[in-house]
């Protein structure tokens, strides 16, 4: 079975433009979750939804992040526009359902802003 | 708001010998859950172990278990019998059963694995 895909693997950027990450969640789950890692502020939760509707954002820092969830396979987190500040591995997780205990993760997006 | 805190940034083991990580939290619920996971080199997240916290039975992986202590707010990860590709960046995290599904992570302990 697959699992939770991302792209891309790696995206390097300069700083003002605009940067897409796509995750496709494993098929079934209904719940799907956006987190970011950094150095300093280790693993942190950005945004998720359950049934393609965002539940708590309160993760996302600033205007320039966005989320959205058209369909329940398919998911995009937006940086426009992107600062060097925002350079982390993105990662995409997906549960079977907002309660379902245990999320499994995507492989991440390394982000890089000059 | 619920913290996990993980004290060791980094540990080393022989092959073959066992090594448990520390893990802690603090949080004013009842209900919640435990987790356990690796990144490797590759950064990709992999749920190694987890544990409900009503249930008193520590949980058991192959070679990996946990000493859960709820009264305590620890939940070590113990792995037996190390090999090579134990080597890893470790993670705890905690999510609760009631509020939300957000998992909140300890900040990982390096396991580098000597052989």
């Known amino acids: 079975d697959a699992g939770v895909i991302q792209s891309p693997r790696h995206e390097v950027t300069e700083m003002g433009q605009e940067v897409t990450l796509r995750c496709k969640p494993i098929s079934g789950h209904n719940s799907l979750f956006w987190y970011r890692q950094t150095m300093m502020r280790g693993l942190e939760l950005l945004i998720y939804?359950?049934?393609?509707?965002?539940?708590?954002d309160s993760g996302m820092p600033e205007d320039r992040f966005s989320a959205k969830m058209p369909n329940a396979s398919f998911s995009t987190l937006k940086i426009q526009p992107s600062e060097p500040r925002d350079s982390a591995v993105y990662f995409c997780a997906s549960s079977f359902s907002a309660y379902q205990e245990t999320q499994y993760f995507g492989p991440g997006t390394r982000l890089l802003v000059l | 708001a619920q913290t996990v805190t993980q004290s060791q940034p980094e540990m080393s083991v022989q092959e073959a010998e066992t090594v448990t990580l520390s893990c802690t939290y603090d949080?004013?619920?009842?209900?919640?859950?435990l987790f356990w996971y690796k990144q490797p080199p590759s950064r990709q997240m992999i749920l190694v172990i987890r544990q409900e916290a009503y249930k008193q039975q520590n949980a058991t992986e192959n070679r990996f278990s946990v000493n859960f202590q709820k009264a305590a707010k620890s939940f070590s990860l113990k792995i037996s019998d190390s090999q090579l590709g134990d080597a890893a960046m470790y993670f705890c995290?905690?999510?609760?059963?009631?509020?939300?599904?957000?998992?909140?992570f300890g900040a990982g302990t390096i396991l580098r694995v000597k052989s």
């Open positions: 949080t004013s619920e009842s209900d919640y859950y």
């Open positions: 939804f359950n049934n393609n509707v965002p539940i708590d």
């Open positions: 995290a905690y999510r609760s059963a009631e509020y939300g599904n957000k998992l909140v």
